[in-house]
C-alpha cells in the first residue's frame, strides 16, 4: 500500500494525521468542481429542490448534455423564429428590441418548459 493510500485510509478511519499527512490527503483527495452553463445549473436546482437522488447516474455528463440540448434548441428557435414575420427587422431601434427581447423570451420558456423544469 502507497504512502497516499495509507493517509487516505487513515483519514477515513478519523485518525489524527500530521501536517506532512494533511498535506498528502489534500493532494490526493482534492474536490472537483463542475462549472454548467445557465441551464444546466437551474437543472441541477431542480433536481435538489425535487430531492431527486442522482447517486447512481453520472450528475456532470447529464448537466452538460442538459446545457447542450438547451443550446441546440434555442437556435433551431431562433432560427425558426427570424422566419417569422413578427420578428423580422423594422429598421425602427426601439421597436426591433421589443421584437428581440420577445422572440428570446419565447426561447427561454420553451427551454424552461422542455428541458429544465422536467423531471
Given amino acids: ?26 493532494k490526493a483527495v ?14 441541477r436546482k431542480y433536481l435538489e429542490d425535487k430531492g431527486i437522488d442522482w447517486t447512481i447516474a453520472d450528475l456532470p455528463t447529464y448537466l452538460h ?5 438547451a443550446d441546440e434548441l434555442q437556435e433551431t428557435m431562433r432560427e425558426r423564429l427570424e422566419q417569422d414575420e413578427r420578428y ?14 420577445e422572440m428570446q423570451h419565447l426561447i427561454e420558456e420553451e427551454i424552461l418548459n422542455e428541458i429544465v423544469y422536467v423531471a
Fill in 1 to 26: 500500500m502507497t504512502k497516499q493510500e495509507q493517509v487516505i485510509l487513515k483519514a477515513e478511519q478519523g485518525q489524527g494525521l500530521t501536517v506532512e499527512e494533511v498535506k498528502i490527503y489534500q
Fill in 30 to 43: 482534492t474536490p472537483r468542481q463542475h462549472v454548467y452553463g445557465k441551464y444546466g445549473t437551474l437543472k
Fill in 65 to 69: 448534455g442538459v446545457d447542450k440540448q
Fill in 88 to 101: 423580422k427587422r423594422t429598421g425602427n431601434y426601439i421597436e426591433d428590441c421589443r421584437r428581440l427581447n
